[in-house]
């Protein structure tokens, strides 16, 4: 692909980034605060959309790998799956006075389910793009690279524009956000060549028969596993940040600066990991990144008694942050070489499917996260209005750094000897061409 192309089709990804925020941390204040909802239902509500989301995630991948048309299979679910989710985040922010459960339910739906029928496609779109082992990379560091780049944006314009309401927050990013990717997935779904599906000579399996076969891929095995874990390892502190500003680093107004850091850092590994990628193998940089990360995480509590903290901190922020941009370009990139596997031995190329498996993963991993550190932080008497004993902060330092440290050289070791390289990959591709 030419350099424009790549940033074409990567340029909706920025956009569609900044609508994380709003729905993953200023949703429940908003309802349950200017909506006047109770917490509990809003809690309910949310919860219930996102369960039949897990359901949603494999349909969707699937019905786009076996859908054909003119327009190709993967641009029709994004022009479709747009407007909904716009429609959807739009009745979300912007809701009438008296709006209740149901409303919330029904555009929280549209918004969520919406994205899930934009975003699988879109990913499993990239990895099509080209056979190359390398362009791949390079195809998915533009895009994830736009994700982060997203992020921070949606962190920095509120402050930037002096909004400090959630309510005037999440008016601002929803509006950004459908401004934005409108035009942006417009422009993609008309200048990016969606390639024809390759179909074996059997007839493609169904839902439940693709799903076995995907589970017998050993490289898709290994990589989801270490994904899962990594995901782990990425959500608990994640969870826990903010605890740890106050509780532990009696800081709290720092935790912007230094989830900045943190971001900017991310943003800015992007040509790193990419570059090593290239050179010395996507596994193997991924490794490496997950290895640092750990080893980073594991200086935290060697840094709370220097007479700067913050600012050790933050220089730990710096090498996890590049982590961060390894965890979000690398793995996808990697996903695309594990389909070649697949296709070699089915004839049928199921990129929507495996990106679904991949998210359902990356959906747990992250799930779990806060449901063992808040129950845990809980059974020790920990209180986040009062103080705490130095066991209760030593098993918050353990949640947050002691175990993602761990996880991430787990990870790392998970996918140190991951099978296939620049060679694998050009065997597959060649094969696979040969059987053609």
Request: glycine share 10%.
């Amino acid at each position: 692909m030419t350099r424009r192309k790549r940033l074409i089709y990567a340029a909706p990804a920025l956009p569609l980034a900044m609508l994380g925020l709003p729905l993953l941390v200023i949703l429940p204040d908003f309802w349950a605060g200017a909506m006047r909802l109770d917490l509990a239902t809003v809690g309910i509500v949310l919860t219930a959309v996102r369960i039949f989301d897990v359901v949603i995630d494999p349909m969707v991948g699937r019905l786009s790998d076996l859908s054909s048309s003119r327009f190709g299979r993967r641009r029709p679910f994004m022009a479709l799956a747009m407007p909904v989710a716009a429609v959807g985040a739009i009745g979300l922010f912007f809701p009438p006075a008296g709006a209740g459960a149901l409303w919330l339910f029904v555009f929280y739906a549209l918004v969520t389910w919406g994205w899930t029928a934009l975003s699988l496609p879109y990913w499993a779109w990239g990895a099509e793009l080209s056979e190359d082992y390398a362009e791949r990379q390079r195809i998915t560091s533009l895009r994830e690279g736009g994700t982060i780049l997203g992020i921070l944006i949606s962190a920095l314009a509120p402050v930037l524009l002096g909004i400090t309401s959630h309510v005037g927050q999440a008016h601002l990013l929803a509006l950004l956000t459908i401004g934005l990717a409108g035009p942006a997935v417009a422009l993609a779904l008309i200048a990016v060549p969606d390639p024809k599906p390759a179909r074996g000579a059997a007839p493609p399996a169904g839902l439940g028969d693709a799903l076995r076969l995907i589970g017998g891929n050993a490289p898709f095995r290994r990589l989801i596993l270490a994904w899962a874990v990594n995901g782990l390892a990425n959500g608990l502190p994640a969870a826990l940040i903010l605890i740890v500003f106050d509780k532990v680093l009696h800081a709290p107004d720092a935790s912007g600066p230094i989830l900045l850091v943190y971001f900017a850092a991310g943003v800015a590994s992007v040509p790193l990991w990419l570059a090593l990628s290239v050179r010395a193998g996507k596994h193997r940089a991924w490794t490496i990144a997950m290895a640092v990360s750990g080893l980073a995480f594991a200086f935290v509590p060697s840094i709370l008694h220097t007479a700067h903290p913050l600012i050790w901190f933050g220089v730990i922020s710096l090498f996890t942050g590049a982590g961060l941009g390894a965890d979000f370009t690398i793995p996808p990139a990697i996903q695309a070489d594990v389909v070649d596997v697949d296709e070699l031995a089915s004839g049928e190329r199921r990129a929507g499917l495996y990106f679904a498996a991949a998210t359902m993963a990356q959906k747990a991993g992250n799930a779990l996260a806060p449901g063992i550190a808040f129950p845990l932080l809980g059974l020790a008497g920990f209180s986040t209005h009062g103080r705490n004993g130095a066991m209760q902060i030593t098993l918050l330092l353990l949640l947050y750094c002691g175990v993602p440290s761990a996880l991430k050289i787990a990870a790392a070791a998970i996918m140190r000897r991951f099978p296939i390289d620049r060679a694998a990959q050009e065997d597959l591709r060649a094969a696979i061409a040969a059987r053609a």
